[in-house]
């Protein structure tokens, strides 16, 4: 049998490309044939999605999907691809929340209190973020926009950088991943506000969600596999099926968790309903922002 590829669409080291190496063992571990990753780095990871989206739709080459294939939809305007119409959604893997930190200069303890400190001092809050259209930037931006508050947007080259400013108070808050947040929240570097997700985290079970102060508001990073389109049926249903009994597993939960992830089950018409829901909503946020990407 030949191996399976699964393109991952940014550096190796990453979330990303963690999510994609663990459910490429866990694949090779259920189907006894070979799953492996590559990356394929560039452009927002429009680059690895363009071209498993132009490869034989024989299942062979499949993408590590995030809310990045979402978001680039409105955040560049010269695609050469559709995502919604040339990939077949297969399953969802995880979901990761952000969580809303501010540095503890901020006099704000709480998201009720950080709103009404943003309105009394419009255009003075820096929002650190791994970059325009990263989901960093927008969870703040679709905050911004539900909130109705003014503050300054200053996007860095990587979430790295921006974790870094925002510890040393040269930027006042920020939407982040979990794990690189949390040994700063446990040493009172960083103060957590709230966590992105409709729930709550079991790491921080005690952090209110967003959410429960700004109803509607959901926010989060999220992984699944697709293919090119035409994908045959069969290969979908056999991938889907074995994805979520994976990602099912205590020990696949705990290597989720890493990730700051939770396993996230679905049909591919679940996981399809999920991309174009998200394309619509980031879509909103992109446009509001006025972020835009070559």
């Not at 400190?117 to 927008?138: F, R, T």
């Not at 080259?157 to 870094?164: C, E, K, M, S, Y």
């Amino acid at each position: 049998m030949r191996p399976v590829r699964i393109v991952v669409g940014t550096a190796a080291g990453g979330g990303m490309d963690f999510a994609g190496r663990i459910i490429a063992q866990a694949l090779t571990e259920r189907l006894g044939q070979q799953f492996f990753v590559e990356d394929r780095p560039g452009a927002g990871t429009n680059v690895g999605t363009e071209f498993v989206l132009n490869s034989p739709p024989d299942g062979y080459t499949l993408l590590l999907v995030s809310a990045a294939n979402a978001i680039n939809t409105t955040l560049y305007k010269n695609l050469n691809f559709n995502f919604i119409r040339d990939a077949a959604p297969i399953a969802t893997i995880a979901r990761v929340p952000q969580i809303m930190e501010v540095h503890p200069s901020v006099p704000a303890n709480s998201v009720p209190e950080f709103i009404a400190y943003a309105k009394a001092n419009p255009h003075k809050i820096n929002l650190a973020s791994a970059g325009n259209g990263s989901v960093q930037q927008v969870a703040g931006e679709l905050f911004r926009m539900m909130v109705g508050i003014d503050i300054v947007d200053v996007p860095y080259n990587g979430a790295g950088p921006a974790l870094v400013d925002l510890l040393a108070g040269q930027t006042q808050f920020m939407f982040d991943t979990t794990p690189s947040s949390l040994p700063h929240i446990k040493a009172g570097q960083l103060r957590a506000l709230a966590v992105t997700t409709v729930s709550r985290t079991e790491v921080l079970p005690d952090l209110p969600t967003v959410g429960e102060f700004v109803p509607g508001y959901e926010a989060s990073q999220w992984y699944g596999l697709a293919g090119p389109k035409n994908l045959p049926l069969d290969v979908i249903d056999r991938l889907n099926k074995e994805v979520n009994a994976a990602i099912a597993e205590p020990g696949m939960k705990a290597r989720l968790a890493e990730l700051g992830g939770a396993p996230l089950q679905s049909t591919p018409a679940d996981f399809g309903a999920l991309i174009v829901g998200e394309t619509e909503k980031w879509g909103r946020v992109v446009k509001f922002s006025g972020a835009a990407a070559d």
